[in-house]
């Protein structure tokens, strides 16, 4: 079955490290979506993309990179860790742009701590 | 002021009681429309999916959408302890972006 899956699950890191969260999908969608989602903000979205090579910011990208070398993966790179970045991290996908198939299909989440 | 603004909740009912969640939206390019649950440290998973105006049902839920008022609302009729989650209601341009809504928590008492 297509799914879509988060690595690692639980991350605990230091203030100023780098951070590369994985997201790895099987179901050949062209739109894939980080978001975070913290108590009181809801899910707010950080990068996404729309195909091979392209990338866009969100509403909440400072701090963050993503990159799109292929159709199944979109890793978020935290360039220098935050104690504000301590969050809960989703990555979804969906078909593609005027397909009209705009739902979009998360993943299990990683949980993210910044000491 | 957010693109989306949902019912805070939370939202307390008795096993059987009709549920009401409700949002609405300033984007009028919104042409798709979604209600999402998740469960507790769970991925949101797609429960309703509606295209423009009108009413979808799916068994105990129905999704509502007036473009006029640019109103989002979903029913559960029938309401039992396994629907206790968090709803997410959510609108999406053709570009396939979606903007979602805070969420309201439900809490269905047996």
């Known amino acids: 079955d297509a799914e879509i899956t988060q690595s690692p699950r639980h991350k605990i890191t230091e203030t100023g490290r780098q951070v590369t969260l994985a997201c790895h999908q099987t179901w050949n969608h062209n739109n894939m979506f980080w978001y975070r989602q913290d108590l009181g903000h809801g899910l707010r979205l950080i990068h996404y993309?729309?195909?091979?090579?392209?990338?866009n910011k969100g509403e909440v990208s400072d701090g963050y990179s993503v990159s799109r070398s292929n159709t199944e993966d979109l890793p978020l790179t935290l360039e220098s860790a935050a104690s504000s970045q301590t969050s809960v991290y989703f990555c979804?996908?969906?078909?593609?742009?005027?397909?009209?198939?705009?739902?979009?299909?998360f993943g299990p989440g990683t949980r993210l701590t910044v000491l | 002021q957010k693109e989306v603004e949902q019912d805070p909740g939370p939202l307390s009912v008795p096993e059987g009681a009709i549920v009401s969640l409700n949002c609405t939206y300033s984007n009028s390019a919104f042409q798709y429309f979604m209600w999402y649950r998740q469960y507790s440290r769970k991925g949101p998973e797609l429960l309703m999916y509606t295209y423009s105006s009108g009413n979808k049902e799916d068994g105990r839920f129905t999704a509502q959408v007036d473009k006029s008022s640019k109103y989002i609302s979903l029913f559960i009729r029938d309401s039992q302890p396994s629907d206790s989650a968090t709803y997410l209601c959510a609108g999406s341009t053709n570009a396939g972006k979606s903007t979602f809504g805070d969420g309201t928590t439900l809490t269905v008492k047996p």
């Open positions: 993309s729309y195909g091979v090579q392209d990338t």
């Open positions: 979804a996908s969906s078909e593609g742009a005027g397909t009209g198939e705009n739902e979009q299909f």
